[in-house]
């Protein structure tokens, strides 16, 4: 089930696995890297309606891809009609196969204007965004949302029929409340019995960690799809693994050349400085778990000329060669 396509609205998505939002983390050069491992859907980090309906530059570079990443959803939160309708119109009309609200998000600063997960704690104020937004889209339309603000209850599902009713064509589900944030584990319960509660597709999340547990989400949910989000971040060779149904796991030689190529990709999109920055993060992430990386994470935290952290990654990867 996992390698056969599904249907969005009107769009075909590949598989079953769909690459998670996250700030900072899916911009293009990542987003590139993870659908050349299998990813059925990737997302963009969510923009700011506001910004966008001010014509920010910044807002809109983060829309940027490239067509080898189609399907690909734009992600937008918000908390007024009128603006996230025009935001909508403005997404579709830059390419996005899909527009997704964000109503699941715990960051403070995002809940205190009003957005994410803010939008769960009062539905009617919900439905006309939902309703405005469906009017002025002629592209598939989802909502990712948390199983609540601050406690589990049975209005989680009362928001998803509504978004239903409002024309939304999919619902992705993380199984923890807005006050949870990411502490505790994801009820996956809560993804099988909105399932049963809708006709839409539904698209588990929340707790993924791990290739095995795709399926697992799959059978034990009915779920339509699976969001990927952290696991994907330390190993974007995720997807092949549960495609392949074998795990992937990459030589030092392998990933070293992996890092090289996206380093390439962070310089073209955000230039020198910003792409060593970006860079940085990802090295730190992709190295956990292997000999001597908390030593090699701490030698290049700090260092922002790209040619030395190269020189380290040769010599921490040779090393790991060596090892073998």
Not at 100 to 111: F, S, T
Request: glycine content about 8%.
């Amino acid at each position: 089930m996992i390698s056969t396509p599904f249907k969005i609205g009107q769009l075909t998505i590949p598989n079953r696995l769909i690459m998670a939002p996250m700030c900072n983390i899916t911009h293009l050069p990542f987003r590139r890297l993870i659908k050349n491992y299998g990813a059925g859907l990737v997302m963009t980090q969510m923009v700011s309606a506001k910004a966008l309906t001010m014509g920010c530059v910044k807002t809109k570079k983060l829309l940027s891809f490239d067509l080898s990443e189609r399907p690909i959803a734009f992600q937008v939160f918000g908390n007024n009609a009128t603006v996230l309708a025009e935001a909508a119109v403005i997404l579709q009309d830059l390419g996005a196969d899909l527009v997704d609200l964000n109503m699941g998000c715990p960051a403070k600063k995002i809940v205190n204007d009003g957005g994410g997960s803010a939008l769960l704690k009062n539905p009617l104020f919900t439905a006309n965004i939902l309703e405005a937004m469906r009017k002025v889209l002629r592209i598939p339309f989802t909502i990712k949302m948390r199983a609540g603000y601050d406690k589990y209850n049975e209005e989680f599902l009362s928001i998803a029929q509504m978004a239903e009713r409002c024309g939304v064509d999919g619902i992705t589900l993380h199984g923890r409340t807005k006050t949870q944030g990411y502490s505790g584990l994801a009820d996956w319960e809560l993804v099988r019995q909105l399932k049963a509660a809708i006709r839409i597709p539904v698209i588990g999340n929340g707790d993924v960690n791990a290739p095995e547990k795709v399926g697992l989400m799959l059978s034990q949910t009915g779920c339509d799809a699976v969001m990927i989000g952290r696991a994907a971040v330390s190993e974007p060779w995720f997807f092949k693994s549960v495609l392949e149904e074998k795990s992937f796991e990459p030589s030092p030689a392998e990933l070293k050349n992996i890092i090289l190529n996206q380093y390439n990709d962070f310089f073209d999109f955000y230039g020198s400085s910003n792409g060593v920055k970006m860079m940085r993060k990802h090295l730190c992430s992709y190295t956990k778990g292997m000999r001597g990386g908390a030593q090699f994470r701490n030698e290049i935290i700090t260092l922002n000329d790209w040619q030395m952290i190269e020189n380290k990654m040769t010599d921490f990867f040779d090393a790991s060669v060596n090892e073998m």
